[in-house]
């Protein structure tokens, strides 16, 4: 073979090898920065790129994703001097490669120190019960520092959580025993409340039953009342009707006598031991005496002697 034939070959070969070499495949969520010379060039994005050989130098890909960091516990001092530990999550996204790549040294390793430094910071500012329950406000304060903090080295902090609070032992202890007798508290004030109202119900079941019965008690007075009302009236008008009968009928005063004795015999047959007879009764007995006298004097004709000794010992 001629030594140009050779040439060619070799020269054909380093062709394809110096195309090979300048194609770069980037995946989707990933980016690579190219230097070129020692110097930054371009960020490549998602495709088929281009660069030049032996002259660019490119990175490796990197990740664009959300990226959660766990970091391990930090101990940390409240305002009240209780030392606890706390671990932290942080979640963050690089949105610039470029300034992820030249901004920070280990930027994951930046990340979890500022983390440690900010949560002794705001921490320290609160006493325990409030870093317990305060766990938002310590949340947000964080993002918005680490974002800020962050932004120079291309990176967004997305979220941080405070994943454990642990403080010591005899604290925990502490804490469990003053939560029993804050349950115990509002139980005994929820049974006190219970009885308390059972008892007002219960009295005000008997207030209502007695208002119930007096009320029963007086609706049976009234009907009893106006029964009675009702059967005097009643009587009052037969009384009334008879009289005006008998007035009408113009009785003799053979039956106003007989009537007189009715009412004498009403009295005798009561309890009483005395009886005072008014005049006009008298009256009444002696005219019912002479009209004796007059139905006996056709049968029986009598002396005059004996008729004044029949009066007189009447």
């Known amino acids: 073979m001629p030594a140009w034939g050779i040439v060619l070959i070799v020269f054909g070969v380093l062709l394809l090898v110096t195309f090979a070499l300048s194609i770069r495949i980037v995946r989707q969520a990933t980016a690579v920065v190219v230097e070129r010379l020692g110097k930054y060039c371009k960020t490549l994005e998602t495709g088929i ?46 949105t610039d490669a470029k300034l992820f790549s ?13 983390t440690a430094t900010t949560l002794r910071n705001i921490v320290g500012e609160l006493e325990l019960d409030e870093t317990l329950t305060s766990r938002d406000t310590v949340n947000t304060k964080m993002r918005v520092i680490l974002d800020e903090a962050t ?26 025993k003053q ?13 006190a409340e219970g009885e308390k109202k059972s008892s007002i119900l219960v009295a005000e079941g008997e207030k209502q039953a007695k208002i119930l019965r007096a009320e ?15 059967a005097l009236i009643a009587t009052a008008e037969g009384e009334s009707q008879a009289i005006d009968l008998i007035n009408k009928a113009k009785p003799t005063p053979a039956y106003v006598t007989m009537q007189g004795f009715e009412a004498l015999k009403v009295l005798a047959e009561g309890k009483s031991t005395k009886i005072i007879v008014p005049s006009e009764i008298q009256n009444v007995a002696g005219l019912l005496a002479s009209i004796t006298e007059t139905i ?3 049968s029986a004709p009598t002396k005059p002697e004996s008729k004044k000794k029949e009066t007189k010992e009447k």
Do not use: C, H
């Open 49 to 94: 790129r281009f660069v030049i050989p032996f002259f660019d130098r490119t990175s490796k890909p990197i990740s664009l994703k959300e990226i959660v960091a766990d970091f391990k516990p930090q101990p940390v001092i409240t305002k009240d001097n209780v030392t606890m530990q706390i671990d932290t999550v942080v979640y963050f996204q690089i």
């Open 102 to 114: 030249y901004g920070v040294d280990s930027p994951i390793k930046a990340i979890e120190n500022l």
């Open 151 to 176: 932004d120079p080295w291309g990176i967004k902090i997305n979220r941080v959580e405070l994943k454990n609070i642990l403080p010591p032992k005899d604290i925990q202890d502490a804490m469990e």
């Open 179 to 191: 939560m029993r007798a804050e349950r115990e508290r509002r139980e005994q004030i929820l049974r």
């Open 216 to 230: 029963a008690d007086k609706q049976a007075k009234i009907l009893e009342a106006e029964a009675k009302k009702a």
């Open 296 to 298: 006996k004097e056709p």
